[in-house]
């Protein structure tokens, strides 16, 4: 009763937690792959809440033969980055801007903590990522420090909450923080419904 409670509490926080899931064709994420120049790195992505200061989605950017972004139950999509259970690839710089312009508005701003890696580590992680399968809705913190566990960053608990997960990879020797704040909502981001709701609502009054 109990878990099933905090589970219930878990779904309204972790709102960038709930996609479906997709699998495009093979041929297509072969076509997509990107190598991005340069080592083999790991990048923790998080979510803030400007108001809260709570973690609101958690995920993985991998690089190393190839760049992806493991997104579990996340909702950013592009029609030239194919995805495959939550694993995002074909991530160009201009996808990866793409990325973190949809996750940081208005209301969160996005952390992201970098860390170099041996190529071994970096490919170890492309396939535990790919055979992770789709996350259920919610369990992005539970999926990446999953991940980051088995890749041997015993500093990071396996948690719910991505804030946690984010205040412990800062522990990590060698991480790099960078925080992105953006008040825009263009075109694509998820709060862009609310806000034309709020405004037809305005215009009715008004009228």
């Known amino acids: 009763m109990l878990r099933a409670v905090a589970l219930a509490l878990l779904l309204p926080v972790l709102a960038g937690c709930g ?27 998080t979510a803030i809440s400007n108001r809260s200061g709570a973690g609101g989605h958690s995920a993985l950017m991998v690089s190393g033969s ?18 495959r259970g939550d694993v995002i690839f074909g991530i160009t710089p201009t996808m990866y801007d793409f990325y973190i312009d949809y996750h940081a508005r208005p209301t969160y701003h996005v952390v992201t903590q970098r860390i170099l890696v041996p190529a071994a580590t ?22 990446v420090s999953g991940i980051l566990r088995e890749l041997g960053f015993t500093q990071v608990r396996r948690a719910w909450f991505p804030d946690r997960i984010m205040r412990d990879f800062d522990t990590v020797p060698g991480v790099v923080r960078s925080e992105i704040f953006d008040d825009t909502v263009d075109e694509h981001s998820p709060e ?13 009054l008004d009228g």
């Open 19 to 45: 996609a479906d899931n997709v699998y495009a064709p093979m041929a297509e994420v072969e076509r997509r792959a990107w190598q991005e120049p340069g080592p083999a790195t790991l990048t923790l992505v």
């Open 122 to 143: 970096a490919e170890r992680a492309l396939q535990l990522v790919q055979a992770h399968g789709p996350a259920g809705k919610a369990t992005c913190g539970q999926s």
């Open 192 to 204: 862009r419904s609310t806000i034309q709701a709020i405004n037809d609502d305005r215009i009715a």
């Open 66 to 83: 190839q760049r992806v972004i493991f997104d579990p139950a996340g909702t950013w999509h592009h029609p030239t980055a194919p995805e």
